[in-house]
């Protein structure tokens, strides 16, 4: 049997040092920060055109229960339709979250070598990628675990290090050790001996090598995903693992869990090997991260978005919904969204995360949403609100409908600006037009549908005594959401 090369994607993560475009409901993964497409786009179509010598199985994602129908979405927009998507309860670290992959993958009896690749990295070259690929492929299908190391061009303190020996098998370096983020004077030192490689987090192992090295370090780990994947629902679009097994799995990254385990139990057979890559690799951790694999200006200023500067130097401007200006400024980053603005050094911004830890400590929604918040179905932004009334602009993509709920709390005031909209209001159903409007009376069963072949929109005005997204009740729901108590 041919093996085959499965693409693992780990979605998890809330890229807070990317605050405040990255936040937990809509985290750096699902922008599109390095060009056109989303960083899980360009993750998902990476392994795209990866020589034929390499059999490559549909793409295996693990994702966040609250994020099932932005990864979903995505990978439509990709044309990427025979993805599996498996739905963490809560988040568990990579370890628990590469062994329900490693479960899922044997489900139908194959043993296939898995490439483990968070969702939120940037590949510039993608030829040198797959070169490194088919190296550990050929590798990793011999029974071992290989990570990449990449190849550090300065004394950088933001990622930790993999530590590697002479040995080298066909293009493989045997891992001597891992070291934890350093300071600046041990991230020099690195640089110097020149066998310190930036830990890129990225992994190749067959699914059973990984279940047996799990089986040794974490039986605690393998038993509860695999109680819970014994128990796990299985429908068209989602593998949903059980969530009370699951949340009993012990969190553990892959290197703590296996990768720094294995030169101490020499009889698994399983060795830890690292390849050196340079293929402009970056985790795009934080905004200086961001600034240095973007195009930059003959000043060396980044500019995304509506943004414009006169004398600045080395900067990165983002603007999301207005115009960005900047004068004199050098090494500055300023980061706009609708709700919120981030001014700060290029080189603090690892410092950005005491931002976030502040919001949330103060009980800030900042920290965890934005204005502008999508659903299966589309998207809505609060634009405006007061004391007793809220105005939403809502965007329902063709073919999609809200579910049908009630509110105990509030009336509506729906007003269509563009498409037709399809209204259940109590036991009516009525077709409205652009301009055309309807009146929901508290308590009333309603729901919108959007029957059209291109986007609706209509600008929703709430009245009443309590607004929050809480007070809804549902009676059907196309996706599955009868049982949830928030969103619309």
């Known amino acids: ?68 129908f932005l990864v979903a979405t995505q990978l439509q927009q990709s044309n990427i339709d025979n993805a599996r998507i498996l739905l963490e309860p809560s988040g568990r670290n990579t370890a628990p979250a590469l062994t329900i992959a490693a479960l899922q993958a044997q489900a139908d009896g194959q043993d296939p070598v898995m490439l483990a690749m968070p969702a939120d990295h940037v590949i510039a070259d993608k030829p040198a990628f797959h070169s490194a690929v088919q190296s550990a492929f050929r590798v990793a299908s011999a029974g071992h675990l290989v990570t990449f190391g990449i190849v550090a061009d300065r004394p950088e303190t933001g990622y930790g290090y993999i530590q590697h020996g002479t040995d080298e098998d066909n293009g493989t370096f045997e891992v001597q050790s891992f070291v934890e983020k350093p300071d600046l004077d041990h991230a020099k030192a690195y640089l ?42 299985r429908d068209a679009d989602f593998v949903r693992p059980e969530a009370n097994a699951f949340q009993q799995s012990p969190s553990d990254s892959i290197d703590y869990a296996v990768m720094e385990r294995l030169s101490k139990a020499p009889e698994l057979g399983i060795s830890a090997r690292v390849i050196p890559l340079k293929a402009g690799w970056s985790d795009v951790g934080a905004w200086d991260a961001l ?27 983002l603007s999301s919904s207005r115009l960005v200006a900047g004068v004199g400024l050098d090494h500055i980053a300023v980061v ?58 809502i965007v329902v993509n063709p073919g999609a409908s809200l579910s049908l709920q009630m509110h105990h709390h509030r009336a509506e005031h729906w007003v269509v600006v563009r498409g037709t909209a399809e209204v259940t209001n109590g036991d009516k159903l009525q077709l409205l037009g652009e301009n055309e409007s309807t009146f929901i009376p508290l308590g009333h069963m309603h729901r919108l549908r959007n029957p059209g072949k291109m986007p609706l929109e209509i600008v929703e005005v709430q009245s009443g005594s309590y607004l929050g997204e809480d007070d809804i009740v549902r009676f059907e729901d196309t996706y599955g959401r009868v049982a949830e108590t928030t969103g619309s």
């Open 1 to 68: 049997m041919t093996d085959q090369l499965l693409p693992v994607i780990l979605c998890g993560g809330s890229g807070t040092r990317l605050w405040p475009l990255s936040r937990e409901t809509y985290p750096k993964q699902f922008h599109a920060l390095a060009g056109t497409a989303s960083m899980l786009q360009d993750t998902a179509t990476r392994l795209v055109g990866i020589s034929s010598e390499v059999e490559l199985a549909a793409p295996l994602l693990v994702c966040n229960f609250e994020h099932r």
């Open 192 to 233: 110097a001996a020149g066998n310190y490689l930036w830990n890129s987090g990225l992994f190749v192992v067959r699914s059973s090598v990984w279940l047996k090295a799990m089986k040794q370090f974490r039986p605690d780990i393998l038993a509860a995903c695999e109680q819970s994947m014994t128990n796990a629902q």
């Open 291 to 317: 600034w240095s694999v973007r195009d930059h200006d003959r000043d060396g200023n980044a500019i995304i978005g509506n943004a414009v500067q006169h004398g600045c130097t080395n900067s990165l401007f």
């Open 336 to 393: 706009e969204t609708p709700d919120a603005i981030l001014v700060a050094d290029l080189r603090r911004t690892q410092e950005v995360k005491q931002i976030v830890a502040h919001l949330q400590k103060h009980g800030k929604d900042l920290a965890h949403s934005h204005r502008k918040v999508h659903r299966p179905w589309g998207w809505y932004d609060s634009i405006d609100y007061g004391d007793r009334f809220q105005v939403k602009r």
